[in-house]
């Protein structure tokens, strides 16, 4: 069984940044990809961004791309998301997510974005 825990999300303000943590526990813990994606209200899940383990390489949505960077701290088994130049459209609930032996999800942290 894998935990993730989620922190960083709150109020800002068009046009300011955040940083949003996961960190990952369990036995015998082998991550190969974690990421995040968001639901907005009244919208569909989507993807924001992602990390192979293994080699770092990152991917991200088209809509964050230059705006957001994932990174991750191999030691700690912890994923980062620095949200920069935030938008009211990114206002939504940012869910962590780890592929290990299956797929497992944060409880969701929220993003609340002020014109």
């Known amino acids: 069984q894998v935990q993730l825990v989620e922190s960083g999300g709150g109020l800002v303000q068009a046009g300011g940044s955040l940083r949003l943590s996961c960190a990952a526990s369990g036995r015998a813990l082998s991550i190969y990809d974690m990421g995040w994606y968001r639901r907005a209200p009244g919208k569909e899940r989507e993807f924001v961004a992602a990390?192979?383990?293994?080699?770092?390489?990152?991917r991200y949505a088209d809509s964050v791309k230059g705006r957001f960077t994932i990174s991750r701290d191999n030691a700690k088994n912890t994923v980062f998301l620095k949200l920069n130049s935030l938008k009211v459209e990114d206002a939504a609930v940012y869910y962590c997510?780890?592929?290990?032996?299956?797929?497992?999800w944060g409880q969701g942290t929220q993003v609340t974005v002020s014109s």
């Open positions: 997510y780890a592929v290990t032996t299956g797929r497992y």
């Open positions: 990390i192979t383990w293994r080699d770092g390489s990152t």
